[in-house]
């Protein structure tokens, strides 16, 4: 099934926009909007694929917005990103990896936790294994890495907390900083 706006045939007009809307409610929840891939009884599920064209003569290309509805007495919603589980003795989850694009200067990945009027949010990065931060190596200069907390106009700012975990029955875990070879 192809749902395809309408092309522009003069000039710089645009194209026809397509919406996926589910249906609204009076005092209830409104409808949902579902964009699935096929299923599949042996083979590959079908995927989905969220992007904009590419785009030519110099031009930039479109953007794609994720995000949920603003709320004027209650909770925002919340946008989930996640991958499948998988259940089997050699099977494998499924991964979440968000990467710039290349190019001269390659693009950002900003994860902001806006700040409110009485306390800023919180951002959590956590793993069951190992969490590795860090910038990629380069011919040229490698990056840097800053790890500060926001300034503050009227309450003490943060403080920068490191800290190994506990230990039940063995050793806990040693804190380790080093310069590179030059």
């Not at 990896?97 to 990065?125: C, K, M, P, W, Y």
Request: aromatic residues 0%; hydrophobic residues 30%; proline residues 0%.
């Amino acid at each position: 099934v192809n749902l395809v706006g309408g092309s522009a045939q003069v000039g710089s007009a645009s194209g026809g926009d397509v919406s996926l809307i589910g249906g609204s409610s009076q005092g209830g929840t409104g409808g949902n909007a579902l964009v699935s891939g096929g299923a599949s009884a042996e083979g590959i599920t079908g995927s989905v694929s969220v992007r904009s064209k590419d785009s030519s003569m110099g031009q930039d290309s479109g953007a794609v917005h994720v995000s949920t509805g603003n709320s004027v007495d209650g909770s925002a919603g919340n946008v989930i990103i996640g991958a499948g589980s998988a259940n089997g003795d050699k099977s494998s989850g499924g991964s979440v990896i968000v990467e710039s694009g290349f190019g001269q200067t390659s693009g950002s990945i900003s994860i902001n936790a806006v700040g409110a009027s009485t306390e800023g949010a919180e951002l959590s990065l956590a793993a069951s294994n190992k969490a590795t931060l860090a910038t990629s190596s380069s011919t040229g200069s490698s990056g840097d890495l800053m790890l500060s907390t926001g300034a503050s106009d009227s309450a003490q700012s943060g403080d920068i907390l490191i800290g190994t975990g506990d230990s039940l029955k063995g050793t806990a875990g040693g804190i380790s900083i080093s310069t590179g070879q030059s």
